[in-house]
């Protein structure tokens, strides 16, 4: 049951081989996406199946990605597959961050507990899977910086070559970082992210690069299994509210797919509402939403956020994410600087943490809760895509009042939490405790 490629756009739909060379419908141009027969799984064997692997020492079932492989059966055989030990992230109750928001509880899924820190890995196994059954010696990505440290972990693991795009002076050192340490050729384009994109992807098809963007389906089917992980964490009972940051919207398309496939398995009996979050300068999905039904998608030629992550005015993935955001019933928010800044502080005060992007989460919570869009008692779940080390510089200069918005405006440090320099004199400090 390898499955086939089927273009997305509905009044084509035209099929391909599952081991075709390519990232778009050839006819139509529109996106791809993966089928398979999935009708004939059994769910309760599946549930008893999962729950088994985790005793297994086997490295394709202690992965979070492969030990769900039923629901993405693209491969022939899986000797081709790396694992880093990918997914397997928790599910963390966060009182203060719930209270934050305006609702009564709030579950976190940290997808920064992955090797490479996000939740790229998840889909980076199944990309890298892909190229090596193609046989595929070089990978290529352009990336606001999760991507390319993905990418590159997992290209150095499979021993291919690591080609990363970037756009120059806009992504965060954690994350330009693990790319070089990795071992990623790395190109700094004097571009932005949506420009880099066509780019690359001219130059995959000259020069036989396999192309790991999330246009690529696999890394789509790979991203699914961090909502079929969080469902069996919550044993298999669907939240009303599923939170997470949208940019290039590949994660929207490939929880909505997961959803779907779900409830059409029987593992879960109805789909959760998706909430997109997008920063404010930086949200052309979300005005695409606002605009309603048949509306095209106006793209931010300047796309401005702190939020690095998420700085994204083309989004490839759009249609796809759209109709997942519609068959869900979601919705589509957008926050400020300040908002997402502050609920990034809170995330932090809970022990947790996160990086700028995936605050957006909380950040549009709270504006969800204060427009009882989502009912104070909502089961929700915000899913945190990157790890707080991804961006220090961001963290350092909010605690010390010094981040300043894309404008140049200073944002206010509301959870500020200054270090104190201080003589070496323990009385002086003894002071200074008794009065914190
Ligand atoms: N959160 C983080 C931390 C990200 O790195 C990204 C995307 C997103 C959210 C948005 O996910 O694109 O699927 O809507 N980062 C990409 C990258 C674009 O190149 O690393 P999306």
Redesign the pocket.
């Known amino acids: 049951m390898p499955g086939e490629l089927v273009c997305f756009r509905e009044a084509c739909r035209k099929r391909f081989a599952i081991t075709d060379l390519i990232y778009a419908c050839p006819t139509c141009g529109s996106l791809l996406e993966a089928r398979y027969e999935l009708g004939i799984l059994d769910a309760a064997a599946l549930r008893r199946l999962w729950r088994e692997r985790r005793l297994s020492p086997d490295s394709l079932d202690q992965s979070g990605v492969w030990r769900f492989r039923e629901m993405l059966p693209f491969l022939e055989d899986y000797s081709g597959v790396v694992s880093l030990r990918e997914g397997n992230t928790p599910l963390l109750q966060a009182p203060a961050a719930a209270a934050y928001g305006g609702l009564e509880a709030l579950a976190f899924k940290h997808q920064g507990y992955n090797p490479s820190g996000?939740?790229?890995d998840n889909g980076m196994t199944a990309g890298v899977a892909q190229a090596r059954r193609l046989g595929m010696g070089t990978v290529a990505?352009?990336?606001?910086?999760?991507?390319?440290a993905s990418m590159a972990a997992y290209a150095a693991a499979a021993g291919l070559k690591a080609v990363i795009f970037i756009p120059h002076g806009n992504i965060a050192y954690g994350k330009l970082a693990q790319a070089l340490e990795y071992g990623a050729i790395t190109f700094q384009v004097e571009a932005n992210?949506d420009q880099i994109l066509a780019l690359v992807r001219e130059l995959a098809g000259r020069e036989g690069i396999y192309l790991l963007n999330?246009i690529n389906p696999f890394r789509i089917e790979g991203q699914k299994t961090i909502v079929i992980e969080m469902l069996e964490q919550r044993g298999w009972r669907a939240p009303d509210w599923i939170v997470l940051?949208?940019?290039?919207?590949?994660?929207?398309s490939a929880f909505g797919k997961a959803l779907r496939e779900l409830r059409q398995v029987g593992l879960i009996d109805r789909l959760p509402r998706l909430a997109v979050i997008q920063a404010e300068g930086a949200a052309p999905f979300q005005d695409l939403y606002r605009r309603g039904p048949g509306a095209g998608l106006r793209e931010v030629a300047h796309p401005e956020t702190l939020a690095t992550?998420?700085k994204?005015g083309a989004?490839v993935?759009w249609p796809k994410a759209l109709a997942e955001v519609e068959a869900s019933a979601g919705v589509v928010e957008s926050v400020t600087e300040q908002e997402i800044a502050d609920a990034k502080a809170v995330i932090g005060r809970c022990g947790i943490g996160c990086?700028p992007?995936?605050a957006a989460t909380l950040a549009g919570i709270r504006k969800l809760a204060a427009a009882g869009v989502m009912g104070r008692d909502a089961d929700v779940v915000a899913v945190l895509?990157?790890h707080l080390l991804?961006d220090p510089d961001y963290i350092y200069r909010y605690h010390t009042s010094q981040l300043d918005d894309p404008g140049g405006r200073r944002l206010a440090s509301t959870f500020g939490n200054q270090p104190v320099v201080v003589p070496n004199d323990a009385d002086r400090i003894a002071q200074l405790l008794r009065q914190r």
């Open positions: 996000s939740f790229k990505c352009v990336s606001t910086g999760n991507t390319s992210f999330s940051p949208g940019g290039n919207l590949g994660n929207t992550a998420i994204i989004p993935s990086e992007a995936s895509t990157g991804k």
